[in-house]
């Protein structure tokens, strides 16, 4: 139990653009969902805290406007890069708590994200 | 002072070696330890998670609690090459935070 998946797990775009990122929850329903972002060789760096049906929460430093965030169902929670550009070619993991009080995270696959 | 301090290696040890993998932390509301491994290019996949201070077994792998001392560890018994990969710790606060360590890349060589 407790599968993750990320859709696209790849992909390429012009700069400018929009991507969507898709993190679902295929097993268990999520309350929470969280979105990280990861450079090579380097730690998970949390973005934002994704609570169904209510706004995301940003961590310092990251856009909210550039990078949203729609947790609209309780096993399916979007991340759309906007107007992307090539610094924010990077890899994007999510992950999802099964319930709010003890539980761990459990991660998505990943999405790489390279922006021309 | 970072919560969660992890070595970031590279640790090479030759296969069929007992390996230690460490973090120390500096919250002691910390309730929650989890441990993961990161293979290239994939996500994390939680390999231990465990409650309080204590020991808790899982095949070769070992993770141990030690709250008074804010430090917790992770023993692979008979390590493999398959076992080469970065090993995340993290902890639970309150609300759902948590907390990560840098990570430590490991090497078994065959």
């Known amino acids: 139990g407790a599968v993750v998946s990320q859709h696209p797990s790849w992909v390429i775009c012009k700069s400018g653009t929009s991507v969507k990122i898709e993190c679902r929850s295929l097993?268990?329903?999520?309350?929470?969902m969280f979105w990280y972002r990861q450079f090579p060789k380097q730690s998970l760096m949390l973005m934002a805290t994704s609570n169904e049906g209510s706004k995301a929460t940003y961590e310092q430093g990251v856009e909210k406007d550039k990078f949203l965030i729609n947790h609209a169902s309780l096993t399916l929670s979007t991340l759309t890069v906007t107007s992307a550009h090539p610094e924010d070619s990077s890899f994007y993991i999510c992950?999802?708590?099964?319930?709010?009080?003890?539980?761990?995270?459990?991660f998505g696959p990943g999405t790489r994200l390279t922006v021309l | 002072q970072k919560e969660v301090e992890q070595d970031p290696g590279p640790l090479s040890v030759p296969e069929g070696a007992i390996v230690s993998l460490n973090c120390t932390y500096s919250?002691?509301?910390?309730?929650?330890f989890m441990w993961y491994r990161q293979y290239s290019r994939k996500g994390p996949e939680l390999l231990m998670y465990?409650?309080?201070?204590g020991n808790k077994e899982d095949g070769r792998f070992t993770a141990q609690v030690d709250k008074s001392s804010k430090y917790i560890s992770l023993f692979i018994r008979d390590s493999q090459p398959s076992d080469s990969a970065t090993y995340l710790c993290a902890m639970q606060g309150n609300f759902n935070k948590f907390y990560f360590g840098s990570g430590t890349k490991l090497n078994v060589k065959p």
């Open positions: 465990t409650y309080s201070s």
């Open positions: 992950s999802a708590v099964r319930d709010r009080g003890a539980d761990t995270q459990y």
């Open positions: 097993d268990f329903q999520a309350t929470t």
């Open positions: 919250n002691s509301a910390f309730q929650y």
